[in-house]
């Protein structure tokens, strides 16, 4: 069975970081490309970045490039997410994702909310 656990959202000041983790379990780890996209009420998912499993080969919406960072662990089926110099604009509700890179499967988290605001 598939499981996702996200963690790190909250609340935080413009200009500050914050860095969401997805631990994930119930399938292979390194065959799957590890996405976040992010929403907000009322828009479409958004893409934010992407990790390829073995080159660890980045892709950034150019909105967040050179401020935020994406990772992963393979060995402990984990994705991160580091994101600086937020601004209110970032506020969403930020899904970790799991796209397999030969299948094309899916999977998504629950969502973790990021609120940017003084």
């Known amino acids: 069975q598939v499981h996702f656990v996200e963690s790190g959202g909250g609340l935080v000041q413009p200009g500050g970081s914050l860095t969401l983790s997805c631990v994930t379990s119930?399938?292979?780890?390194?065959?799957?490309?590890m996405r976040w996209y992010r929403q907000v009420p009322g828009a479409e998912r958004e893409f934010v970045a992407s990790?390829?499993?073995?080159?660890?080969?980045?892709n950034y919406l150019d909105s967040v490039r050179g401020r935020f960072t994406i990772s992963r662990h393979n060995a402990e089926n984990t994705a991160y997410l580091q994101m600086n110099s937020l601004t209110p604009e970032d506020t969403a509700v930020y899904y970790c994702?799991?796209?397999?890179?030969?299948?094309?499967?899916?999977?998504w988290g629950q969502g973790t909310q990021v609120t940017v605001a003084s």
């Open positions: 990790i390829e499993p073995y080159t660890t080969a980045t």
């Open positions: 994702s799991a796209r397999n890179r030969y299948t094309g499967n899916v999977y």
């Open positions: 119930g399938f292979q780890f390194t065959h799957y490309v």
